[in-house]
């Protein structure tokens, strides 16, 4: 192939290595407002009044608003939100008013002087206790609520969505069993940190056109969510996302738009910005939700084959749920892990509390529920008397297996991707004490995920060829830092053969570029992948059907070649692209078609939902990406600090379309999961964030990164564009829980709850010597 | 109240009148719109706001805006010459794809920059521990760290041999 | 950041007096890394902020045996660890210096902002309270030195009125000492410390400091008692070790435990001690 499988430079990479990107905090306007927030200081209250008449009175005040401005509940799957608070505030930091100034300074004053009577609530701060029965509402009229028909919000509880899935015969399957073991796990909440907060600008204009610049992944799903909520039609309301200083999930959906959109209709013309501070950004923007996982696990001791598993997981899912339930339903669908059992019975539940609000985390679920999955799988193997690999070779997916959903996989890399990791970790040799106080070991683990969207989501790619035989590609997804626009540009430049700088790709505004759903999932290379090969398919069609005029021949004797329409035998005979790029001149001067666009619009191919009660279904996703991590770790027992050595990734891509883009996703992938593994939690207390900024919040620095090595185990997706898969979150998947199970071979104690931090691992160690 | 503060950014003098209760960034950014250096904490945790500084690589969002006055500032902006041909860090960052949103870009390319100019042929740790007052989320900072090495390798302090 | 007046005065006794006027509703400002973060999160409003960079003679570092180490108030943590005389003399306090912050940070911060603030963690104090180090301030009232054990009074107080500078600090010199510094936090580049300390060995004396157990950085005396004049061995050092944590207070915070921290003041204990007995 030309270009795809090789690596090319990012697309935008000068314009990001020169400053001259623009993200949305850069963009600077004529008399632009700006926006700031009041938040509650509790968990749970009711707002007994606000009073914003000193607020009003400050010279440069232009606009002050409450929840009352806010007529419709608003939310992507379950409308259980508004952008202010309305009525109560339901987690400490809730925005309850707002305000835009002609300065910040003015707001922020503005802000100090907003009155706000509360009465406090009992609060719900585990989603355990949430979901007994004498526990306080959250939300007490959840029965009312609008929400999709696949999630099953319970009224008169805090369950926002039970997912249920039942496979096979699990009483038969525990009765079969010789060993039956039950492990619970608790994963805390952490956050994504992109080092650009949320942002947001909005201008109403007189003719009732609202423009919306905001640091977001999916200016459709955004464009659809703001005009639900304040009831314009969609040609009316136009979202740009330029740059995007990374998403990992956090800006899927919508926050702060929904406040500047009202103040900048308050003052028509006049652009209202909103940055959120990182305080802000820790409290008020997604989290990934905590749960607790329970897995109890039937297996047959004589090969180590798991029979039965019992999964319950339940989720902090926060004060409002709109986008948390479907995390939710997605760990239920892969709630095994990528390991074949026949007999599963899954209960997952989507509990409010009074908590920052959950939302899609890189990984989707899947990050949280593997550091339970792996590290249970290594607990049973050990106490069976048989290796971690072993246990992995048995039940781990191949061709031919089934998943959870009873879905059969035609093809499955998993167990190549395991042979891959436990020969390049030398994972046989033992684990070593390199001075009295450091002791070495290695750990291993799998990982799986699919893409959690609804099964008839669609995109679409239009590309249009310049006068002299150059092309504009347009989509909307988004290049939120992934290296999307590069990919999508060579799988264009692949179907018509040229040089991929011949195309400038232009995505991100929903008034110039087609529809995409969203920029989540790991979708983009596929979806939006497939939408962009097949816009470029039909280009090429369109050429050679004007060729085949212009070479007096068929097209199907006709190719494209760097460049050009060459006759496949008479090779001499060509010419370059651009002269079909208006249609095509014919002798006497005359034109015919036209400027040549190919357009491409794709959904996932036999994608269909699952029962409602069992959770079955032959195909409720568009493909599961497998993979394996190793990490070795250096403990030290007498401080506890752990220090990863190496991490190992091995995946099934299906195709690489970019390999230094590869390699670079997945190399940030397991630095982020070493993050959550090690350091990484937002502390809560009462509701209250304990570490909101980066003196307490820690992500890993250059100095925390191991030895990193990527490899790939390529068997290529049947629909995918030149067979790949996404890969950007499965690739986080493993990454901690092979930390940990790496941490437990060192020393012999088992965590069952992330970060591992040196105060866990010295109590551990001192509990160990205890016994 | 208004300083009256005279400095130099990317080599051209700049005479402006400052708030106080600014800080170099918001200077940077609002006033000169040099967006290039970024603000993703504004506390000296991040670094994505790194700019040089009377040679020396500091966070513009803990300096004080008086403070400017007499100072030679350099910016991502300054990178580059006018014509825009790239230094080589920048040249090496796009090579080794060691940039993904790109966000904290700027701040990494300052730093480095800096770092190779007081030590053109630092060891891989000394990047490690010269480079950790800046957080990137997306790199997982391999290829940053090897651009930098792929350049030290080949410059004298960050400048073309 | 609510608005303020920012000084910038050119001598000590233009500062003196900027103080002596606005001493109660001024900041003194110097590398800013702890003054501008308290500035932008409201915790300090001051209505005049006093730079003092532009004071000449506060930014050097100087040595003689006799004098030991003078650090200027405006020298920088990076200066202090690239210092020729640092390196050789007192290098655990280079090694302190080169802890704080980030590159960029300690290129602004400096170990006297570091001392005034009187964060119980701060990394530069073990190394010169295990130096019986003396702060060297000047007020309306003229010059005065403030040993440093007498100066941090509880987390963020200290003995210094507020129409005072500290111009400089001094470590003094004893020839043949000799120091280990330890810093223990969460992650490994810039971060706080989870618990730092200082000892120093001085002939048959000890000097043992610890930050992050107690409102401020702590002398061990106890320990210290024990160890004096006595022949190091492995004894010795556990016994040490058990003293040293009873002698320290620390509390359960966002960063580690209490028992952790008393844990690693053990630890920290009988590993410089083993170090030092080499």
Redesign the interface.
Known sequence: MRTVGTTIDRVDGVKKVTGQAKYVDDIRMSRMLYAQVKRSPYAHAKILSIDTSEAEKLPGVKSVITGDYYKKRGGLYLEDKNFLAVGTAKYRGEAVAAVAAETLDIAKAAVELIKVEYEELPAVTNPVEGMKPDAPLIHPDLGTYKVAPIFHPVPGTNISHHYKLRKGDVDKGFAEADYVAEHTFYIPHVQHVPIEPHVAVAQYEADGKLTVWASCQSPFAVRQALATSFDIPLNKVRVISPYVGGGFGSKAGTTLEGIVIPLSMLNCGRPVKMTYTREEEFEDAYVRQGVYATLKTGVRKSDGKILAQKIEYVWDGGAYTEYGVNIVKAAGIACPGPYDIDNIWCDSYCVYTNHPVGGPYRGFGMCEIHFAIEQNLDMIAHEIGMSEVDIRRVNGLRAGGATATGQILEDCGYQDCLETVVKELEYDKPCEQVAPNLIRAKGIAGGWKSPSQPTDVASAAIIRMNEDGTFMLMTSGQDIGQGSDTVLTQIAAEVLDIDPSKITIRTGDTDHTPYEWQTVASRTTYCAGNAVKLAAEDAKNEILELAQIKFGCSKRDLELKDGYVVHKIHKDKKVPLSTFALGLTLPDASGIHGPLIGKGSFVVPNNVGYDQETGQSPKPVAFWTVGVNGAEVEVNTDTGEIRVLKMISCFDPGKVINPALYDAQVEGAMVQALGTALFEELMLKDGRILNRNFVDYKIPTADDMPELTVRVAEHEEPTGPYGARGIGEPVMVPGAPAIANAVANAIGCRFFRMPIRADDVLKALKEKKAQ | ?K?QVNFFVNEEPVELYV?????MLTVL??EL????????????????C?VI?DG????A????A??LDGKHIT???G??DRK?N?SPL?EA?????A????????GF?M?ATA?LKENPHPTRDE???????????????????EAIEDVAAHTEGGERK | MKQFNYLAPKSLPEALAFLAEHGDSAVVFNGGTDVVVRLRDNLIAPEYVIDIKKIPGLDTITFDEKTGLTIGACVTMNEIGANEFVQKYYPYLGKAALSVGSKQVRNRATCIGNIVNASPLADTGTPLLANDAVILAEGPEGKREIPIREFFIFVRKTALKKDEIVTAIRVPYHAGSEGVYTKISRRREVDLSTVCATVVRDGDDWRIAFGSVAPTPLRLVKTEELLRGKKLDGALIEQAAELAKTEVAPIDDVRASKEYRVTIVGLIVKRSLEALAK
């Open positions: 109240m300083y708030d106080a209760n600014k800080t950014r609002e719109d040099l967006t290039g250096a970024k603000e993703g904490c504004g506390a000296g945790e991040c670094g994505a790194t500084m020396k690589p500091v966070n969002c803990l300096v004080l008086p403070e910016t991502v902006e990178l580059a825009g790239l920048q960052f796009i090579k080794h794809a940039l993904q949103c790109g966000f904290c870009t700027p390319l730093t770092l990047i490690k521990a010269g480079i950790s007052g800046n957080l990137c989320r997306c790199t997982g900072y391999k290829r940053i760290i």
